[in-house]
């Protein structure tokens, strides 16, 4: 399961986030504009606009295919409860990932056992995500890339594993509103703040997705350095190499005050994506230098 904040980091807040406070265009970028959303029985022509003009077979069966994934998302439930096949597969997933990569861990102590916890790491390898599961004993969920939902059959699997689907490319508010439901229960959330995989040592902008949903919600942002994932499962690989895998987690960043309003301005979320930026960076590179001793 791959996760991009996949939005990466959520991209635009709901309908009722003020003006002021934008949810996800990284520092000093500007806001990828929000894609218009048909309703669901719409009639749709090739251009997916309506009108008299039909649809090719293939266009027919691509939006079968969407309406099949939209039914499926709609399933979606942040439900804390860890079943006995949730805990059974988690053992086995962790029991594989902790045989092939051996990770080292250091700072485990920064994730607060509970409250609602946004798991913010580093991104430079598919392989990432699976090193989550090491930091805490709680249910996880997962923001994860909409392709991945191509396959039904996996798609459902996710789904009863705590993951959901982010639309990468617009502003996916439906995606932001699963992420602020399971954080308003108190829930633990991964979202990767680059917003998808990037290369080399210096974290580049954040997406603002992270701060936003902790000034909504009070989660504390915690920044999780990852070593050497890039070497074991660069972009593009299928199968990672075995290699032992450091995992550096920094000190849980608090949400900014809220104003009378109740909500945070847009200078306060700028700033907490700044901290969390520099607490991300600092793991990075702890992370980066213990893979890289002799």
């Known amino acids: ?84 096949g949730y805990r059974a597969a988690r053992v086995v997933f962790l029991s594989i990932v902790g045989y092939w990569f051996r990770p080292v ?5 920064h994730v607060p056992r509970n409250g609602p916890v946004i798991l913010a790491p580093v991104h430079r390898s598919f392989a990432d995500f699976a090193f989550a599961g090491f930091l805490t004993r709680r249910k996880l969920f997962f923001m994860a890339k909409d392709d991945l939902w191509s396959n039904r059959a996996l798609g459902k699997l996710m789904l009863a594993f705590g993951a959901f689907p982010v639309q990468r490319d617009v502003a ?10 399971v954080l308003v229960r108190g829930q633990v959330l991964v979202l990767f703040p680059e917003g998808t995989r990037r290369q080399g040592a210096e974290l580049g902008a954040l997406h603002e997705g992270a701060a936003f949903l902790a000034a909504r919600t009070g989660a504390a942002i915690v920044p999780v350095g990852i070593g050497g994932s890039d070497v074991s499962m660069p972009k593009g690989a299928r199968i990672p190499k075995p290699v032992r895998i450091q995992v550096v987690v920094g000190p849980p960043i ?17 700033a907490m994506t700044e901290q969390l930026r520099a607490g991300l960076q600092a793991a990075y590179d702890e992370a980066r230098a213990a893979f890289e001793a002799p």
Do not use: C, I
């Open 105 to 109: 861990l250091r700072g485990r102590e």
């Open 172 to 181: 996916d508010r439906e995606a932001l509103r699963r992420a602020q439901s």
């Open 1 to 84: 399961m791959a996760v991009s904040s996949t939005p990466p980091s959520p991209a635009t807040p709901p309908a009722d986030t003020p003006p002021e406070v934008s949810a996800g265009e990284p520092v000093g970028q500007a806001a990828p504009p929000a894609s218009p959303v048909l309703p669901a029985d719409a009639p749709a022509t090739a251009e997916g606009t309506g009108g008299d003009e039909a649809r090719s077979p293939s266009a027919d069966a691509a939006h079968a295919g969407r309406r099949e994934r939209a039914a499926d998302w709609a399933q979606f439930q942040p439900d804390p409860r860890r079943s006995l």
């Open 254 to 270: 608090r949400p900014p005050a809220t104003g009378a309003s109740g909500r945070a301005s847009r200078s306060a979320v700028h």
